[in-house]
């Protein structure tokens, strides 16, 4: 059976997820793109993935690095989200009206976000047009009291009600 690319988007837009930027830094240069396939994969030890098409400029400079930081968003950070979504975004001075901070791994780490982690590559997975980056947690941190968090719904930004 043939299933059609418009109806699987639609399908998985049924879905809602939250929103992340994941960010490496290679060849001198900052990469960052936004994403809303994350996931946890373990606990012990402490995995987490991604996935990143496999002819974006990101895909080659993250498996460079071979360390990524992750923000994970906030509502108001939805600018940031639909910037670093935008196609042909020049690769310079991206982060320039970013706010931003630095991990211990020279990781870009977003202001404000709801959590970060930095983490070690241990798996890459070719997967159809994509790439699963599985990557260990060595550094985390977490908002004791986090505003609202931006989710992807219906190809659509939106947001979590109040704080929980």
């Not at 002819?55 to 993250?62: G, L, M, P, Q, W």
């Not at 923000?71 to 001075?93: D, F, N, Q, Y």
């Not at 970013?98 to 997975?125: F, K, M, Q, W, Y």
Request: one cysteine or more; proline letters at 6%.
């Amino acid at each position: 059976m043939q299933i059609d690319v418009g109806g699987f988007k639609r399908a998985l837009g049924r879905y809602a997820t939250g929103v992340v930027v994941v960010s490496a830094h290679s060849a001198g240069h900052d990469h960052a793109m936004t994403a809303n396939s994350f996931t946890a994969v373990s606990l012990d030890p402490p995995l987490v993935l991604f996935c990143v098409e496999q002819d974006a400029r990101f895909h080659d400079a993250v498996q460079d690095a071979g360390v990524f930081g992750v923000s994970v968003l906030a509502a108001e950070h939805r600018s940031i989200a639909t910037w670093l979504s935008t196609p042909g975004r020049p690769l310079i001075g991206q982060l320039t009206t970013v706010p931003h901070t630095r991990g211990p791994n020279d990781c870009v780490l977003i202001s404000g976000a709801l959590a970060h982690l930095e983490c070690e590559i241990r798996d890459v997975h070719a997967a159809g047009d994509h790439s699963i980056v599985v990557g260990e947690v060595i550094h985390l941190t977490a908002s004791d009291d986090p505003p609202p968090a931006l989710l992807y719904y219906r190809s659509r930004y939106a947001s979590t009600p109040g704080a929980y």
